[in-house]
């Protein structure tokens, strides 16, 4: 059974400049969820979208936002990229209840 | 809004010896996650725990959660280098699907021979 599937896995951009991200869930899993990993601040929510439908969002400015396809792939995109947006981007999807599964990562970098 | 508190956030300790990480929760909820990161990977799930006084274990590593206590601890025994790595505990708040999972801070655990 195929993974959580993240696109691209290494990003090189600069300040400025905005960035899409996708994610493509396990077959079946209908919720997708996007979390900044930094040094810093640690495993920080994005947001979730289950059913095309933004379920919930975290506390980043509205230069983070994303979407989700009827095949349930997601893209999250970032724009006017700041140096602070540097991280690895995790994508996770899960079905009912029972946590999720993750993906490998995208790790942007900000120069 | 939910905080998930780890403890420690570092460890350093020797093989064959046992720890206990501790994770605690400030809202009602059933649901904890354990999940293992590796240094420049992604998150390894490794336990799921729905229930109060639910136990899980697999290898050297066991999981239990404490619903009353909001409490949940992943004890190691007989600890080797390959478990070397970040351990994250997760919470979803409330009984419900919809609501975000929240993870700790992670404990970095190094196991020296």
């Known amino acids: 059974k195929a993974g959580v599937t993240q696109t691209p896995r290494y990003l090189i951009k600069t300040r400025g400049q905005q960035v899409t991200l996708s994610c493509s869930p396990i077959s079946g899993h209908r919720s997708v969820s996007w979390y900044q990993q930094t040094p810093g601040q640690g495993l920080q929510f994005l947001f979730e979208y289950f059913s095309e439908t933004q379920r919930n969002k975290g506390n980043f400015p509205g230069r983070f936002s994303g979407r989700q396809f009827s095949n349930s792939r997601s893209e999250m995109n970032v724009s006017t990229l700041e140096l602070g947006d540097s991280a690895l981007y995790l994508c996770?999807?899960?079905?009912?209840?029972?946590?999720?599964?993750f993906g490998s990562g995208t790790r942007l970098t900000v120069v | 809004e939910l905080k998930v508190e780890q403890n420690p956030l570092f460890l350093s300790m020797q093989e064959g010896k046992n720890y206990t990480i501790y994770c605690n929760y400030s809202t009602t909820s059933d649901r904890l996650y354990w999940y293992r990161q590796d240094p420049g990977k992604s998150l390894e799930s490794l336990f799921v725990?729905?229930?109060?006084?639910a136990v899980k274990q697999e290898g050297r590593l066991m999981a239990s959660l404490d619903t009353k206590a909001r409490l949940s601890t992943l004890h190691i025994t007989a600890a080797v280098h390959d478990l070397s790595a970040t351990y994250f505990c997760a919470v979803r708040p409330g009984y419900s699907s919809a609501s975000k999972i929240i993870f700790g801070s992670g404990t970095r655990l190094s196991i020296r021979p």
């Open positions: 996770a999807s899960s079905v009912t209840l029972d946590g999720y599964t």
């Open positions: 725990l729905l229930s109060n006084g």
